[in-house]
T-cell receptor
Framework: GENVGLHLPTLSVQEGDNSIINCAYS??????FIWYKQESGKGPQFIID?????DKRQGQRVTVLLNKTVKHLSLQIAATQPGDSAVYFC???????????FGKGTHLIIQP | DAMVIQNPRYQVTQFGKPVTLSCSQT?????MYWYQQKSSQAPKLLFH???????NEADTPDNFQSRRPNTSFCFLDIRSPGLGDAAMYLC??????????????FGPGTRLLVL
């Protein structure tokens, strides 16, 4: 199976600042990665995904970077807002597995 | 508009009393997944259905079973819940799998409490 993990359990940033959440994975066969946002008491919400043939993908206020050489991906959130406060999970799939393997999660706290 | 619906949102059961959680989807997706998420942990895949084909994870306890009577519905049955089974249970769907890179869409979850 795949091991996908996060470096920091909690990240606190000032409202309006940019935030970066990091994730490492171990399975070199992983070819698809997703970032999910999970608010308290709710299911994971899709934010952005990236395939292994890409190294960067941008969405609205979010950017995902993939470095296959060191098996690392990150989620950048620009101009953070109070509504960005949540737990963020990276998840990966590939290598013949059908389900997603989730990292441990990072709790992002936006301070006013 | 809800696409993956889970009922109930909260379920209380007694130790050892069978319980069933339900999931339905309006996306007409082929694949439905069940994940278990314990407090402050990441979701963990229990099993999934690719159409009618059931796929169990190797470390999923026998206490957990699943049924998919049709494309839209999938059930999670816990035959004899223990205190350690208290968790959030998440249902997810994807259009396809088997090596295809597919986003999974999650329902709101059912929080199970075992007394």
């Amino acid at each position: 199976g795949e091991n996908v993990g996060l470096h920091l359990p909690t990240l606190s940033v000032q409202e309006g600042d940019n935030s970066i959440i990091n994730c490492a994975y171990s399975n070199s066969a992983s070819d698809y990665f997703i970032w999910y946002k999970q608010e308290s008491g709710k299911g994971p919400q899709f934010i952005i995904d990236i395939r292994s043939n890409m190294d960067k993908r941008q969405g609205q206020r979010v950017t995902v970077l993939l470095n296959k050489t060191v098996k690392h991906l990150s989620l950048q959130i620009a101009a953070t807002q109070p509504g960005d406060s949540a737990v963020y999970f990276c998840a990966g799939s590939g290598g013949g597995a059908d389900g997603l393997t989730f990292g441990k999660g990072t709790h992002l706290i936006i301070q006013p | 508009d809800a696409m993956v619906i889970q009922n109930p949102r909260y379920q209380v059961t007694q130790f050892g009393k069978p319980v069933t959680l339900s999931c339905s989807q309006t996306l007409n997706h082929n694949v439905m997944y069940w994940y278990q998420q314990k407090s402050s942990q990441a979701p963990k895949l229990l099993f999934h259905y690719y159409d009618k084909d059931f796929n169990n994870e190797a470390d999923t306890p026998d206490n957990f079973q699943s049924r998919r009577p049709n494309t839209s519905f999938c059930f999670l049955d816990i035959r004899s819940p223990g205190l350690g089974d208290a968790a959030m249970y998440l249902c997810a769907t994807s259009r396809n799998s088997r090596g295809l890179q597919e986003t999974q869409y999650f329902g709101p979850g059912t929080r199970l409490l075992v007394l």
